[in-house]
């Protein structure tokens, strides 16, 4: 249902940007959302968009050089992320929630994408 692309390896300050594409129409899902797992941690919540794309939020750690949005008529939301670091690098997910539920949090969404590896280099 979801296919995420566009990870790499980069250097520290380099840019990237995620994509992910939906097999069905994405204004169908309340919220979308990224999440990343690095190596021996947990998969964490890095920003989330709402159907229309009014309302964002991001992770603290991520916040002001990252950022969401969704093309509806696409099916695709992206992940611009800039000022990568190496802390940055993880398998970044994709994710939709029919019902919009704890936005924050991986029990709230329904439906995952296959990951795609981001390595950022020091």
């Known amino acids: 249902q979801l296919q995420a692309s566009g990870g790499g390896l980069v250097q520290a300050g380099g840019s990237l940007r995620l994509s992910c594409a939906a097999s069905?129409?994405?204004?169908?899902?309340?919220?979308m959302g990224w999440f990343r797992q690095a190596p021996g941690k947990e998969r964490e919540f890095v920003a989330v968009i709402s159907r229309t794309g009014e309302s964002t939020h991001y992770a603290d750690s991520i916040k002001d050089r990252f950022a969401i949005y969704r093309d509806n008529a696409k099916s695709t939301v992206y992940l611009e992320m800039n000022d990568l670091k190496p802390e940055d690098t993880a398998v970044y997910y994709c994710?939709?929630?029919?019902?919009?539920?704890?936005?924050?949090?991986?029990?709230?969404?329904?439906?995952w994408g296959q990951g795609t590896q981001v390595t950022v280099s020091s």
């Open positions: 069905g129409p994405t204004d169908s899902y309340h919220n």
């Open positions: 994710a939709a929630s029919l019902y919009g539920k704890s936005w924050s949090a991986v029990g709230g969404y329904d439906y």
